[in-house]
């Protein structure tokens, strides 16, 4: 797997309303500065610095290909051979599994 260079920060966009933001680096107009665009951020706030941190983490995690924190990609249990052969990598739904979409916050 090739390595990209990826920040992941944490934006309070408002009062106890934090997002996890995913970015990677562009062409900068000086040495002196880091020029970074949005690649993927949370589509929903969360009231806790740390959890929208820990939720970034983890879609940096699928971004590389590995399994979210905490959900094995191929879950077996007893008697099960688990995983679907049409893909074996799918990944939950919800509100924060779809890459590269952003809030309508134009900070994002």
Not at 86 to 95: A, K, R, T
């Amino acid at each position: 797997m090739a390595l990209r260079d990826i920040a992941l920060t944490v934006l309070e966009l408002e009062p106890n309303e934090f997002h996890w933001v995913l970015m990677e680096p562009v062409q900068a107009e000086s040495e002196e500065c880091l020029g970074y665009r949005p690649i993927d951020s949370s589509t929903q706030g969360l009231p806790d610095y740390s959890e929208a941190l820990i939720q970034g983490a983890s879609a940096l995690r699928v971004l590389q290909g590995l399994a979210p924190f905490g959900k094995p990609v191929n879950a077996v249990g007893f008697g099960e051979t688990g995983g679907s052969a049409e893909d074996p990598m799918s990944l939950p739904d919800g509100p924060d599994s779809c890459m590269f979409s952003t809030t309508d916050h134009p900070a994002l």
